[in-house]
């Protein structure tokens, strides 16, 4: 028999009765019942129940055993009497009577329980990830990210993607985040940067000839956290194609992530109709360039009723340039008490409040109540309620000002009447191609122009349209939204050298600076490039999306914490006075 086990813990049901077994794990619970000990044995694969009595030779060992001990067994499978099968698990139907029990690792106290899902401070947590990654959530959620790493490399190599690394230590690049620098021994004074992506090697591979790329790569971007963002490390599916245009990028890599979220999707509902929507109009009907669509309502433009109405407010912010009243129409939301917790809403938003009107039912026909109906008159209302297609018991709430300044609270804003008046879809994933993106943006203090999205999209017509206003020129550049998240961006390359040194000349940029920068890949591009194009989806969110979490940590094996620090590993750390003057380098203490 095998040194450690004949079998794993989640292998043996009614068939083995009778068998002599060894199996090993850890202890996962123990119950004394008296005289009769019953212990949850757990390995990778599940769980068995083991049983040891006074005529055991183990059972003295068996009683003095901890919680997550290390042991292997030797033992007999017995059938379970019938009203304490526990339908529940593989191996419910049997138990082992334990003969001998061998302890292969001991443990201390615990810091934090295994078993059971105790709500647990998330820094004793990460400090002790190994004994949170025990726990059966967690370990699911590994396995879940094992399975769709593995599931999407079988559809990219079904698809005809060859698999190639790019290099981990390259040369900085403006990707939007700060680089993780890392000093040069051999070179004093000068830096590596970790990726924050693979994007000029993979557009490389192109110019090289290879047709198509992916890679399941590693990204470093030195960011502030958030619940759906690691501060310091992410992966990627990465993928490149030559001689594609943009909607043969978005077939290609639809049925790969629509592939996935039927496969671990647990039954729910995957929309497979994926419309396409401009940047600018996201940002109108949505408030967000990552709308969760299983929210149906749509924000509309309803200026024109408040220009030179009687709700001075509205009117005066009329007057000035760039700016508009926007409705976000609230079906069944029509009541009084619905409307102020909106309107605190928005107080908490840090605004001073949230118009609304609301119509309901007076007997003698419908009313619209509320100061803003007060202040513009029947005529005006009734023309906001038919252009939003609301009836009585609906309720319409309004912000204005300078888009830039209210859409992203009025998107928020959205999202919670969307879900408190139970609008919204539950155990769906519908997904929108956010396409049309600008690719520079005006510093609102400075005048400065400066891109606003990836400086490598290739804009829509080329080199002409580089030539008017800056601020029209939109590239060929899209994300992937789902359910509130961006899971996917990416974009047609610019690859002329002539586009390039143009695009980059607009926002600052000289050629010496874009040469500097970017010189291997220009010049590959003077050898003859392919027309090309790809994109990254980012494993960590649809891993987070698929098992149903709101936090990313829950997905990822090892995460730092929101300070960025690994609690476990004790990093970041000091190096040492020796391996500083190897780098010749010093620190100073900040002030």
Known sequence: MHAYRSHTCAALNAGHVGQDVRLAGWVHRVRDHGGVLFIDLRDHYGITQLIADGDSAAFAALEKLRAETVISIDG?????????????????EVEIYVRAVTVLGATDDLPLPVFGEPDYPEETRLKYRFLDLRRETLHGNMMLRSNVVASIRKRMWAKGFNEFQTPILTASSPEGARDFLVPSRLHPGKFYALPQA?????????????????????????????????????????????????????DTIQPVIQGVFEEFGGGRKVATDWPQIAYRDALKWYGSDKPD??????????????????????AKILEQDGTEIRAIP???????????????????????????????????????????????????????????????????????????????????????????LGLSETDT??????????????????????????????????????QGDPLDVLGYQYDLACNGYELVSGAIRNHKPEIMFKAFEIAGYGRDEVEKRFGGMVNAFRFGAPPHGGCAAGIDRIVMLLADEQNIRQVIMFPMNQRAEDLMMGAPSEPTNEQMRELNLRSIPRD
């Not at 309502?297 to 001075?312: C, L, N, R, T, Y």
């Not at 252009?387 to 009585?392: D, E, F, I, Y």
């Open 76 to 92: 007999s499978v017995k059938a379970r009497d019938a009203e304490l099968i526990n339908p529940n698990i593989p191996t419910g």
């Open 198 to 250: 693979p994007q000029q090697f993979k557009q490389l591979i192109m110019v090289s000839g290879f047709d198509k790329y992916f890679q399941i790569a590693p990204c470093f971007r030195d960011e502030d956290p958030r619940a759906d963002r690691s501060p310091t490390d992410f992966y990627q599916l990465d993928l490149e194609m030559s001689f594609v245009e943009q909607q043969d990028v978005f």
């Open 293 to 314: 669509l299983r929210n149906p309502i749509k924000m509309q433009d309803v200026s024109e009723h408040f220009a030179g109405s009687g709700f001075a407010i509205f």
């Open 330 to 420: 609230a079906p069944t939301g029509g009541s009084r008490k619905f409307c102020d917790r909106m309107n605190s809403f928005a107080q908490k938003e840090g605004l001073p409040g949230m118009g609304y009107i609301f119509w309901r039912d007076q007997g003698e026909g419908m009313e619209a109540a509320g100061p803003l109906a007060k202040n513009i008159g029947p005529e005006r209302t009734e023309a906001i309620r038919q252009q939003l297609g609301l009836n009585v018991g609906d309720a319409a709430f309004f912000l204005g000002g300078k888009p830039k300044a209210f859409e992203a609270v009025a998107g928020r804003a959205r999202n919670v009447i969307g879900s408190e």
């Open 429 to 466: 994933f519908r997904f929108a191609w956010i396409v049309d993106f600008p690719i520079y943006e005006k510093d609102e203090e400075s005048g400065t122009i400066d891109f606003e999205h990836n400086p490598f999209s290739m804009p829509q017509g080329g080199l002409e349209a580089l």
